[in-house]
């Protein structure tokens, strides 16, 4: 079953870089890549989005190797402010060629002081 | 601007009730989406629309109806409420579907089906 994988949860450290790997093995030819980050108690917001090579914007860079079947959140320096899900959102090609927009199970990342 | 918004926040029904939940967007967005959100699977898409008058179903649409009579808004309903569909609900939109386009969410409305 394609779908996209990440990890459940992750800890780190104020001031320390995190990232954050998403593998989506049919990922659709012309599609990009999304990171949305939640917090408690709110919708998904968008942090960043990628189609090859790497994105940087105010928060966030994206890694996408040339395959494409993975990609990396980095969030920089990171602040107790950070801690919240963050999931990948990507377009899969299933086996039937029909495409849907598949969210992963989203990661739980803790920073600690 | 107050982006995205859901009413109510919050309810409690019993199992057989129905209710209807409700999604404003106020940034003229076209496609409007509801998902589910359970613990440990992200997000599910139950229907979206790609326009007034349209609805189409997604992932998970068995035991729910939407309509979408005015662009600004996006309507979920439950005819006969069950436990299994408990849950956070998320409504979204976007300016196009494609998976470039970012999606604004709105806060939730937790429901508990007892």
């Known amino acids: 079953l394609a779908k996209t994988t990440q990890p459940i949860s992750m800890d780190s450290y104020e001031g320390q870089e995190v990232n954050i790997t998403c593998s989506h093995n049919?990922?659709?030819?012309?599609?990009?890549i999304t990171w949305y980050q939640q917090f408690p108690s709110q919708g998904p917001r968008f942090i960043i989005q990628g189609y090859k090579t790497k994105v940087t914007n105010e928060v966030a860079s994206l890694f996408i190797p040339a395959d494409r079947k993975s990609s990396t959140l980095s969030l920089p320096r990171v602040s107790l402010s950070d801690t919240a899900v963050y999931y990948c959102?990507?377009?899969?090609?299933?086996?039937?060629?029909?495409?849907?927009?598949?969210w992963g199970a989203g990661t739980k990342l803790i920073i600690k002081p | 601007n107050a982006g995205v918004t859901q009413t109510p926040k919050f309810r409690v029904l019993k199992t057989g009730q129905s209710m209807t939940l409700l999604c404003a967007q106020d940034?003229?967005?076209?496609?409007m989406y509801w998902y589910r959100q359970d613990p440990g699977m992200g997000l599910r898409l139950i229907h979206y629309?790609?326009?007034?008058?349209?609805?189409a179903k997604g992932e998970v649409p068995d035991g729910y109806n939407v309509s979408r009579l005015k662009k600004q808004n996006f309507l979920l309903g439950l005819e006969s409420a069950a436990p299994s569909q408990t849950s956070v609900y998320f409504c979204?939109?976007?300016?196009?579907?494609?998976?470039?386009?970012?999606?604004?969410f709105g806060p939730g409305t937790r429901l508990t089906v007892t």
């Open positions: 979204a939109s976007s300016y196009s579907s494609t998976g470039e386009e970012r999606k604004y």
């Open positions: 959102l990507v377009g899969l090609r299933f086996m039937d060629s029909n495409y849907q927009l598949i």
């Open positions: 629309s790609v326009g007034e008058g349209t609805t």
């Open positions: 049919n990922i659709a030819t012309n599609d990009y």
């Open positions: 940034m003229n967005h076209e496609y």
